[in-house]
């Protein structure tokens, strides 16, 4: 079953912070982030791999939380580049890797 | 630009027709997943190849089918091809672990008309 994220799109202006939220049902291995502009291929942006685990990746960071089967991603003080939809992607067990629902986020100068 | 290669980047069938994908994968990676992605959506898993025999299946139906070669490239094949097919077709190439990271090829925008 596919994870799901929340919220699913928001928009923030230029400078602002922002909280992506992915959840999962079943206990998950890993957590992958990807970010998707219009029109290109999904960007790998970090992989978490243990439980308790944070991030981060230029002013993105995430975190995982194996027991909740949960993981965030945060984004500080946004920029303009920053916008995109962005997808996290769970690995449960022996399965494959699964995309979330995806966030789309809109940065507005 | 990630090394990974789709052909073509776009396609318009007739409903029933059958096509071809084609994906080069990343130097040195052995595994290749490829994902269905309607507009607005997510990736949807279709299924992963490694080492040319097929290592796990998403929820499509066998019309559905793919190969990978001995240099890792792979196609996927889609035969009797519904209006429903319209859609990105992206290609990940990545090692055969589960902590690898995926590397997405541009995709392949297929319409079915």
């Not at chain 1, 995430?62 to 909740?68: R, V």
Request: hydrophobic fraction near 30%; proline fraction near 5%.
């Amino acid at each position: 079953q596919q994870p799901v994220q929340s919220p699913q799109a928001v928009i923030l202006r230029e400078g602002e912070d922002a909280v992506i939220n992915c959840s999962s049902s079943k206990a998950l291995y890993s957590v992958h982030w990807y970010r998707q502009k219009h029109g290109e291929a999904p960007v790998f942006l970090m992989i978490l791999l243990k439980g308790g685990e944070q991030k981060g990746h230029d002013k993105i960071s995430a975190s995982f939380n194996e027991k909740k089967q949960q993981s965030s991603l945060y984004l500080t003080a946004s920029q303009l580049s920053y916008s995109g939809t962005y997808f996290c992607g769970t690995i449960p067990g022996n399965e494959k890797l699964t995309f979330g629902t995806g966030t789309r986020l809109t940065i507005i100068p | 630009e990630t090394g990974v290669t789709q052909s073509p980047t776009h396609l318009i069938k007739t409903r029933g027709q059958q096509v071809t994908l084609r994906c080069s994968s990343q130097s040195g990676h052995n595994t290749v997943s490829w994902y269905q992605q309607a507009l607005g959506q997510g990736p949807q898993f279709i299924f992963q190849y490694y080492r040319e025999e097929e290592n796990g299946r998403g929820n499509f139906p066998p019309r559905f089918s793919g190969l990978q070669f001995p240099n890792y490239s792979s196609e996927l094949n889609v035969n009797a091809l519904e209006l429903d097919d319209s859609a990105l077709y992206l290609c990940a190439s990545s090692l055969a672990s589960r902590q690898a990271e995926a590397f997405f090829g541009q995709g392949t925008r297929l319409t079915v008309v």
